[in-house]
């Protein structure tokens, strides 16, 4: 028999990871510096419903950089489907963040991407979104 629970990325199965998500103030509206230190993963909700899920791993600006990087003039954050939907609407989006580390500890935030992804099926990200979808 198949044990239920999924299996340990950085010493905590998903479940625990997942009750450790945190609502960051004023969305995308704002640049959080706060949060440049820190990688993991943000979750972006529309009316209560998930929407986007992603990394921010970038060793030289974390979740802050990632965040902002949907609301800059250049299109780097818009460059793809799920981008362009953010950037559409940017101050309607409630914003959470799942902190795994520091700048340089990215790889539990990869680790734990898909298995989120699939745990919350967020409607723009793939393999969620209808757009990416076969058949």
Do not use: C
Not at 34 to 58: E, I, K, P
Not at 80 to 89: A, F, K, M, Q, S
């Amino acid at each position: 028999m198949k044990n239920a629970k999924s299996p340990l990325i950085g010493g905590q199965f998903i479940q625990e990871w997942d009750r450790k998500w945190v609502k960051v103030p004023g969305g995308l509206k704002h640049h959080h510096r706060h949060l440049r230190d820190s990688v993991g993963l943000y979750r972006l909700r529309l009316n209560g419903r998930d929407v986007a899920l992603g990394t921010g791993t970038d060793k030289k600006g974390g979740l802050a950089k990632r965040l902002s990087d949907f609301r800059r003039p250049s299109p780097s954050g818009r460059n793809y489907h799920t981008g362009r939907l953010i950037y559409d609407h940017l101050d309607q989006l409630d914003v959470e963040v799942l902190i795994t580390g520091g700048r340089h500890e990215p790889e539990i935030a990869r680790q734990l991407k898909t298995p989120m992804i699939r745990r919350h099926r967020p409607a723009w990200t793939a393999p969620n979104a209808p757009f990416m979808r076969k058949g």
